[in-house]
């Protein structure tokens, strides 16, 4: 099965900060990438799919680019709001895998 | 609008049985993919399988495999997740999702405790 790697685990940054955060597919998975947000007792969230298109609501500080195993996730003025863990996975064919996540803080 | 809502939390003794839902409305159900995803307390999100409740179509993660049943009916718009025995380490939060290229509609979760 294709592995997804996520880096940092975890990171802290400051209000205004650009944050970028990392995944990587053992193999390569097209652009079949989505990332969601988890904010703190809260229900997952999909804030982009297709590596780069933004769902529906989402601002437009977050960002995401790549294809085939390197993928980014940018947000590019940390707002307090944005405090959350970002999981990436693949879906281009079962198993959907996760990544282990990221978990993102204000300094 | 576009929703799931899943069942009450639960509380059950190791190897009890458990069937969970969720039920889907403001969409065509047998459309859509419905994805369930585990998340262990204090852990990440685990894909556990997902099932096409138009023909009943189901794939499973390798690590659910065996593990759990999910299943569908889509005379009432719902999906299931169940266990025939549980097990301490089935303890967790379990959510489903919509599959509209990825999982753009979550459910609230449904928290299950298993403990003697």
């Known amino acids: 099965d294709i592995q997804m790697t996520q880096s940092p685990s975890s990171l802290s940054a400051s209000v205004g900060d650009r944050v970028t955060i990392t995944c990587r597919a053992s193999?390569?998975?097209?652009?079949?990438l989505a990332w969601y947000q988890q904010k703190p007792g809260k229900v997952p969230n999909l804030l982009i799919y297709a590596a780069s298109t933004l769902q529906s609501g989402v601002p437009s500080r977050f960002s995401g680019s790549g294809s085939d195993t390197d993928f980014t996730l940018t947000i590019s003025s940390l707002q307090p709001e944005d405090v959350a863990t970002y999981y990436c996975q693949k879906y281009n064919s079962a198993p959907w895998t996760f990544g282990q996540g990221t978990k993102v803080e204000i300094k | 609008e576009v929703q799931l809502v899943q069942s009450g939390a639960e509380v059950k003794k190791p190897g009890e049985s458990l069937k969970i839902s969720c039920k889907g409305s403001g969409y065509t159900f047998t459309k859509y993919w419905i994805a369930w995803v585990r998340q262990m307390p204090g852990k990440g999100l685990e894909w556990m399988g997902i099932i096409y409740p138009g023909d009943s179509d189901t794939r499973y993660s390798p690590s659910f495999e065996g593990q759990v049943t999910i299943s569908a009916d889509k005379s009432i718009s719902t999906a299931y997740l169940q266990w025939s025995s549980l097990k301490a380490s089935d303890t967790a939060m379990y959510y489903c999702?919509?599959?509209?290229?990825?999982?753009?509609?979550w459910g609230q979760g449904t928290t299950v405790t298993v403990s003697s």
């Open positions: 999702a919509r599959l509209g290229g990825a999982m753009d509609v």
């Open positions: 193999q390569g998975i097209s652009n079949y």
